[in-house]
């Protein structure tokens, strides 16, 4: 009888032993239906394997999140993955010893990992200036060009593909009855977009991938200042309609029907097949044909995910495993369903493609073959520090400007002189 007791008590242990899972972390800054797709994903990868579970927490909006991020790696009490967006990369990168690039930890657990299989577009935004992946690009997106097909069926006139087709369709579309632009968030669109799908130079150190010290931005060139003297132009003329800096504010008059274009994100599109009762469709984003070399490409917008440093090595194992899990192809097809948001890899589009998806709903293909468009020098984004910082600052110049209190030149002239002192700031206080 004790002999069994004791061999019952053996098995009981040895089977504690084997289930013993371990935990790790995931804060993000989303919420909604995309927060709900998160606690989906979680549980997919919790219900793949048995070594590993996995928590995600909402930690408010992105700010909140980065803030409460690094807060706790300062405290000791880091999560094991923190989602960053895209503007606040830069910092979370810059603080010495925050994170393990999520490319080491992937290789260091003895996963695959593959740099050329993920999407041209949105290889290089987290990477550092070797192409090595630091950050894991997660919720993935691109802007693009919304057009109420049945304003330009009045007006007679095909959607544009660069701003000087633009000009010349955009009287015809108010003649029409139509307000004919509107775009979201112009800092991305209008300044960083604007940057890389015409090819330009966006700030010294190779765009600030190079190097934290001594990085200033470039906003006074004459191709920036043009392209906003065009939109106060436009907008002066009433073809143009500019409602601050509200995402959805300029996104509502292109769901009510009142607008024939719309500049916003890739990421959008689910949101909208549930807000518009027309029929929409969408192209790239417009860019100056007069301008030498533009049409490149575009680069990412959203966030990625980082792994936070001082974990024991079964949570990283656990971290880099989940990352893996995510970017397979049957994951990512799940979450561009879900959401909206491109899928990162080729692998991942083509799977897609072969569902017969984008026969379905060819507008969720346009911000990801947009991505995959041709590079330049100049079109894979950015790295500047306190960025958030200087996108208020262009919010705030960007008010004036239509508000007919400065003129352009002037406007990114302050944009230029305060985002340099913020950079000089930041590199004064990184690591």
Known sequence: MMKTATTTLAFALMGT????????????????????????????????????????????????ALSSGIAAFRSGEQPNILQV???????????EGATVAAEDLITAAGEEFEREAFIAGVRNFYADSDGKFIGMPFNSSA?????????????????PKTWEEFEAVAPALKEAGYLPLTASQLTWMMVENFKSRNNQQFATNNNGYDSVEGTQILVTDENQVMMFEK????????????????????????????????IGSSGSFGGLQQTANFEFSADFMPYWDAIEGAGTQSFIGGAALFAMSGKPEAENTCTAKFFS?????????????ATGYV?????????????????????AEVGIQQLMLEGGEWSKGYRMGFY????????REFNRI??????????????????????????KTAG
């Open 17 to 64: 032993t084997v289930m013993a899972q371990t935990e790790i972390s995931w804060w993000h800054g989303m919420g909604g239906r995309n927060g709900e797709v998160i606690n989906e994903i979680s549980q997919m990868f919790n219900d793949a394997q048995s070594e590993c579970v996995l928590t995600p927490v909402s930690r408010g909006t992105y700010e909140e």
């Open 85 to 95: 967006f895209d503007a606040g990369a830069a910092t979370i990168i810059a603080a």
């Open 143 to 159: 802007p693009i060009m919304y057009y109420n097909v049945e304003a330009f069926e009045k007006a007679g006139v095909e959607p």
């Open 231 to 262: 939109l106060k132009e436009w907008a002066d003329a009433g073809l143009f309609g500019f409602y601050g800096a509200g995402w959805a504010d300029n996104q509502k008059p292109f769901e009510q029907g009142e607008s024939a274009l719309w």
């Open 325 to 337: 899990f995510l970017t397979s192809p049957e994951t990512q097809v799940f979450y561009h369903k």
């Open 343 to 363: 899928p990162i890899t080729e692998a991942a589009y083509e799977l897609a493609k072969s569902e017969g998806y984008y026969d379905e709903k060819p507008v």
């Open 388 to 395: 958030p910082q200087i996108r208020t600052v262009m919010e």
């Open 402 to 427: 239509f508000s007919n209190e400065v003129s352009v030149p002037d406007a990114f002239q302050t944009i230029e002189d305060e985002g340099n002192q913020l950079l000089e700031r930041f590199s």
